[in-house]
């Protein structure tokens, strides 16, 4: 059973740092597509950042690119998103989430992934 358990939220005020961990766990950490979501209240859920294993590519919302970073580390299974510069419009609960084994892109719509973590809160204060 595939299973993602994010954390590193937190209450940062606007341009810090925060450094969010998704733990994954369930399938072979070799061969994936995760992406990361954030919604806000009253937003519909959106795609942030994604990361292919396949090529090593990244994607970005244009919004945080030049700040935030997508990685990984397959001896943890551990994909991460460094955010810097943190703005108050980043304020969500941020989750991620994996697309199932047969995808080979990244996708920014939610309908693509198959596997979501229960999320955690980031708050940016001004």
């Known amino acids: 059973e595939v299973q993602l358990v994010e954390s590193g939220g937190g209450l940062v005020q606007a341009g810090g740092s925060l450094r969010l961990s998704c733990a994954a766990s369930?399938?072979?950490?070799?061969?994936?597509?995760i992406g990361w979501f954030r919604q806000a209240p009253g937003k519909e859920r959106e795609g942030v950042s994604c990361?292919?294993?396949?090529?090593?590519?990244?994607t970005y919302l244009d919004s945080v690119k030049g700040r935030f970073t997508i990685s990984s580390d397959n001896a943890k299974n551990t994909v991460y998103l460094q955010m810097n510069s943190l703005k108050p419009e980043d304020t969500a609960v941020y989750y991620c989430?994996?697309?199932?084994?047969?995808?080979?892109?990244?996708?920014?719509?939610?309908?693509?992934?198959?596997?979501w973590g229960q999320g955690t809160q980031v708050t940016v204060s001004s």
């Open positions: 989430a994996k697309r199932p084994p047969r995808a080979t892109m990244c996708g920014a719509r939610r309908f693509l992934y198959s596997y």
């Open positions: 990361i292919n294993s396949r090529d090593e590519t990244a």
């Open positions: 369930g399938f072979t950490f070799d061969d994936y597509v």
